[in-house]
């Protein structure tokens, strides 16, 4: 298994406490420059939600992010992947988040990383108030559905692959 793969099934076990072990998804308390919105349309397959470890992109309520084949939940944490997670709250969060619709050969690219035809895929770029940044691109296919990969730097991979799956 991929390194990262591991990163994101130990950090998954992490950062996904029960809402009353700390995670609060109406962020209440955010400093007033967190961004807690996500752009339309990709907000139909991400939120900000917060928790004792900061804020987090995560999927919103009725869908879940999984490790490919597997029930192993994911998150991507503004606090980035680091080995120990400081109790940081409302201290990690993101700073900016952009969407952008990809077409054409951007949108050939992004299918072509993790070998999936899509029809539709967006770009969500989310930099935090310190020195994490991510770039997920939101693919859809009529026949596969959606699904989603993250890139920690300009090198992604399809070890950061991840599923999106209905759960309602």
């Not at 900061?54 to 999927?59: N, T």
């Not at 192993?72 to 980035?80: D, E, N, R, S």
């Not at 770029?125 to 026949?143: K, P």
Request: net charge negative.
């Amino acid at each position: 298994m991929p390194p990262r793969a591991i990163i994101v099934m130990l950090l998954a076990a992490i950062a996904l406490p029960a809402p009353a072990e700390g995670n609060d998804p109406s962020c209440t308390g955010a400093p007033s420059m967190a961004r807690l919105d996500i752009p339309r349309p990709a907000d139909q397959w991400v939120r900000v939600t917060c928790g004792v470890i900061g804020h987090m992109l995560a999927p919103p309520p009725g869908w879940a992010w999984t490790l490919p084949g597997t029930t192993t939940p994911v998150v991507l944490p503004a606090q980035g992947f680091v080995p120990i997670y400081a109790m940081l709250g409302h201290q990690a969060h993101f700073a900016e988040i952009d969407v952008e619709e990809l077409e054409g050969e951007q949108l050939s690219e992004a299918a072509a990383r993790i070998a999936m035809p899509a029809e539709r895929a967006l770009r969500l770029t989310a930099r935090t108030n310190g020195s994490s940044a991510y770039t997920v691109l939101f693919m859809e296919s009529d026949e596969d559905g959606p699904a989603a990969y993250w890139c920690p730097s300009p090198d992604c991979a399809i070890a950061n692959a991840f599923e999106i799956k209905a759960t309602r």
